[in-house]
């Protein structure tokens, strides 16, 4: 069984621009989560999407915007990207009310030059 | 909201030495404590989790203990191999789909030969 894929592993983008990184959950799974984590740092939780609604967001400004689509994959949208948007992003994926049990994807790095 | 505090932030070993993380957390509320382990470039995999009707939890080299009265958890790892290098997050969360997982700030592990 396939577990949690996100595209792009790296991408590079210049302040100012968008960056925008795309997640697919195991099957089965209807909530997905993103996380940050910056560099030598904790994780940071960015959103949570469930049955296609935002159900939950952590302490990011609103340029950190995303979105789940009918099949449950989702994306993340970074707008007007700062330096310190570095990070490793995180998309995580669980079933739906069966104890939170998350499972993480290998994330994509994100450098903002 | 849920804070969790992990600690040490680093923590070196000799190989066949045992290893123990400890977090506390501040909702009382909270129901389920996993652990992840994240290798170096890599997206944290679960390793272990406990639910607050257990006091222990083991799965061969790897334990993890609750206390749910004084609000901690421990994560054992006994005859450390150098491939249990790694850093390990703690996290706590109430079961349910209106929760999310709120991590600690995690432990870097060093396995010496």
């Known amino acids: 069984e396939a577990g949690v894929t996100q595209s792009p592993t790296h991408l590079i983008k210049t302040r100012g621009q968008q960056a925008t990184l795309r997640c697919s959950p195991i099957s089965g799974h209807t909530s997905v989560y993103w996380y940050q984590q910056a560099l030598g740092l904790g994780l940071q939780f960015l959103l949570w999407?469930?049955?296609?609604?935002?159900?939950n967001r952590g302490n990011f400004p609103p340029r950190f915007s995303g979105r789940q689509f009918p099949n449950y994959s989702s994306e993340l949208n970074v707008n007007a990207l700062e330096l310190e948007d570095s990070a490793l992003y995180l998309c995580a994926s669980s079933q739906r009310g069966v104890g939170n049990t998350i499972y993480f994807g290998e994330g994509s790095w994100l450098t903002v030059v | 909201g849920e804070n969790v505090e992990q600690h040490p932030s680093t923590l070196s070993v000799q190989e066949g030495d045992s290893a123990v993380i400890k977090c506390t957390y501040s909702d009382s509320a909270s129901n389920y404590f996993p652990w992840y382990k994240q290798e170096l470039g890599k997206g944290p995999q679960l390793i272990i989790d406990?639910?607050?009707?257990?006091g222990e939890k083991k799965d061969q080299r790897i334990a993890v203990t609750l206390n749910k009265t004084a609000k901690h958890f421990s994560l054992h790892i006994t005859e450390t191999q150098p491939e249990d290098s790694a850093v390990y997050f703690c996290a706590a969360s109430r079961s349910g789909t209106a929760s999310k997982l709120t991590f600690g700030t995690g432990t870097r592990l060093q396995v010496t030969l």
């Open positions: 999407y469930d049955e296609g609604e935002e159900r």
């Open positions: 406990i639910r607050s009707n257990v």
